[in-house]
Structures are given as C-alpha cells and as structure tokens.
C-alpha cells in the first residue's frame, strides 16, 4: 500500500550530527514527528558524540548548491530551516541559494557554539550571518550567547533579554524567538516570541539535566508547523511546547551524561 496523497515538505540546510542527537538527524525526526516530508542540503559534517565534536568536515559549496536545487526542483518545499553553517562561504552560498529559490518561510538558527563548547561557526562568519540571511529569516531562533553575539551586548536578565530582542528587530529580524535556556530566571525557563505587533513569553519548568539538540529541535518543530499552516506565532509556541515534551521523554543513548530528545 502506498499513500498517494503529498505531504508538505521541509528543508533542512545544516550541519549532519554523526551521534543522532542535533543538526540534520534531531531536524528529520522532528519533521517526520509533524508529518512534514523532511528534506536535507547538508552544510557541514561533524564527527561526534555524546561528550562533543571530535571533527568537523565542510564539503565544497558547489556540492552543497547541488543538493539545495535537487530540492527545489522536485519538491513544493513550505519552509527552510538553516542551522550549522560553518563559515562564510557556506553563508554566501546559502543567501545566493534562498535569493534566488524565495521559499515562503526561513527559519535561521544562528548555531555558534554546541553546549560542549565546540565551535560550530568560524569567528569571522558573524558578519555574513548578520548581513545576508537575517534580512531573509522569517524567524530567527538564537539562544543568549549567540543573541549576545549578535547584538554585541550582554543579555544578563529580563530587561537586557527585552533590550537585546528590540535590538535584534531593527536589525531587521522579522520575528524572533529568544531561547531562555542560559539564564537564569529561577525555576522557569522563559522562551520570548516577539514581532513586530506582539510580545510573548513562553515559559515552562526547568528540567534538571544536561540536554543536546534542543536548539535544532525547536528550529525544525517551527519550520514543521508553518509547512502545516501555524501562524508564526503559533508555530513558535506549539515548538517550544514540543520541545519540553521531547526533553521530558529524552534518554541517554550514550556513554555521557548528555541527554537526547525522545521525538515519540
Ligand atoms: N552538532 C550540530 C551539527 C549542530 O547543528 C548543533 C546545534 O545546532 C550541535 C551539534 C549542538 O547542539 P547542542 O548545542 O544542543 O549540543
């Protein structure tokens, strides 16, 4: 039996996590978990696990091209999530690619830095992210260290995470969602949506333990829910929801104490 009707299709353009947890592999589990047909470009390959990144391989941007126009070719892609980058160049090629494809939706995860501490991004990158693909992103989903980044300025409670959410606004963000995770705000997680007509905060318990693959998680559940037709308020909201189920369902597939998300 085959099912004939055509489900709406996602684009991931990130980086491929060899441990199952993050990048690429956290955003096709995510999308099928949502129904969305989960396609792949795939940036930047990294050797890795649960204790970190033990190598990192960028193959030619020419190739990376080549697998985002296989997709547009074939497929009515709903939104394009853009995760690990590497560099510049990959940057360029990415914006050049999404300039001329226009898909309907982009949600930029800004990925910098993993929680291991692994540089996922090269310093001299900032520019071309803050340049060419914040002017394209639907969304954009930094978490406060990349946000700091960003702004150029510490975000260290409620009213510099306001501060530095308005900055990332005029900087021509259309919408954002400021992840909560590193601060501190006591029990609570605060995750805020804010566009140019509304400001949210999403919050939800915080849960003891050291997770992995939140943050393409949450990306790829946003580009899923606007493929299936969510409000980008919605989608934000019903991403971060999601997330909090799948971290309260994770499991620890390997020797470390990193925790995954189960995407049930
Ligand atoms: N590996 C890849 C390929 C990623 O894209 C990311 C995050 O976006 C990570 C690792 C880091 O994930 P985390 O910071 O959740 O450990």
Not at 16 to 30: E, N, P
Not at 202 to 227: K, V
Request: hydrophobic fraction near 50%; aromatic fraction near 4%.
């Amino acid at each position: 039996m085959t099912r004939q009707s055509r489900p709406p299709s996602a684009l991931t353009i990130a980086g491929s996590d060899s441990g199952g947890g993050a990048g690429i592999q956290a955003d096709l589990k995510t999308f099928a978990a949502h129904g969305v047909h989960g396609l792949s470009a795939i940036a930047a390959l990294t050797a890795q696990h649960t204790r970190g990144v033990t190598s990192v391989h960028v193959p030619p941007v020419e190739f990376l091209r080549a697998q985002i126009d296989a997709c547009f070719d074939d497929f009515d892609i709903g939104a394009v999530k853009l995760g690990m980058l590497a560099n510049a160049d990959v940057i360029h090629a990415v914006a050049d690619a999404l300039e001329a494809y226009k898909p309907r939706f982009i949600v930029l995860d800004p990925v910098m830095v993993a929680t291991s501490g692994a540089k996922l991004l090269e310093d001299d990158a900032l520019d071309a992210l803050r340049t060419r693909l914040l002017p394209l992103a639907s969304i954009l989903t930094p978490n406060i260290p990349e946000a700091e980044l960003l702004v150029g300025s510490p975000i260290v409670d409620a009213d510099s995470a306001m501060q530095a959410i308005r900055a990332l606004l005029a900087m021509g963000a259309k919408a954002l969602l400021l992840k909560g995770g590193h601060l501190d705000e006591g029990d609570m997680v605060v995750d805020r949506y804010a566009d140019a007509e509304a400001e949210v905060a999403l919050m939800h318990a915080r849960l003891p333990l050291e997770a992995h693959g939140t943050g393409c998680t949450l990306a790829s559940a946003i580009a899923a829910n606007l493929c299936i037709g969510l409000s980008m308020q919605e989608a934000a909201r019903e991403a971060s929801d999601y997330v909090e189920r799948a971290l309260r369902l994770g499991y620890r597939p390997g020797r470390g104490e990193v925790v995954v998300l189960d995407h049930f």
